[in-house]
């Protein structure tokens, strides 16, 4: 936690105590406030530094886009098509960054296998199925990767 959340939440606990010396009730409504901003902040923490690399097909079925929806950096991302035998790497993506390879030929169905790393070297591995006639992604997944689920 650095230095300015710091300051919020002993600033915030503060208000709570005058609050409740005031009157309890106000001060137990500031207290699940503090309750709320501390969730808040371990949430942001966990999701700090995490790249997310997505892969699906285009439109014209002749490409695969590899997009980095995270927050940081992915490096070393190797993308396999599977059972097309097809293998392609792309050396780095910032946040928001996408690429592209294009194939030889139009993809009727196929998996993407997507291995990388963040800056500090963890491993990630994740697979996409990847379908020309329909959307591959899996509806009920979050966004945002929270309390550790990756």
């Known amino acids: 936690m650095d230095k300015n959340q710091k300051i919020v939440l002993v600033m915030g606990g503060l208000i709570a105590l005058g609050l409740f010396v ?4 106000f ?3 500031a207290l699940v406030f503090m309750i709320a901003i501390l969730m ?11 790249p997310l690399v997505t892969a699906e097909l285009a439109e014209d079925a002749r490409e ?3 997009t980095n929806t995270g927050t940081a950096r992915a490096q070393n991302i190797r993308v396999a098509l599977v059972p097309l035998d097809i ?10 960054e996408e690429s592209g390879f294009s194939l030889p030929s139009m993809v009727s169905e196929a998996k993407a296998v997507v291995i990388y790393e963040n800056a500090e ?12 006639l329909g959307a591959g992604r899996d ?12």
């Open 27 to 29: 001060g137990l409504i």
């Open 121 to 132: 070297g963890q491993r990630f591995q994740r697979s996409y199925p990847l379908t020309a």
């Open 40 to 50: 808040t902040l371990r949430i942001m923490g966990d999701t700090e530094d995490y």
């Open 22 to 25: 005031i009157e309890p009730f």
């Open 139 to 150: 509806l009920t997944e979050p966004i945002i990767p929270i309390f550790g689920r990756r």
């Open 87 to 96: 293998e392609f790497e792309v050396v780095s993506l910032d946040p928001d």
């Open 64 to 66: 695969i886009i590899v």
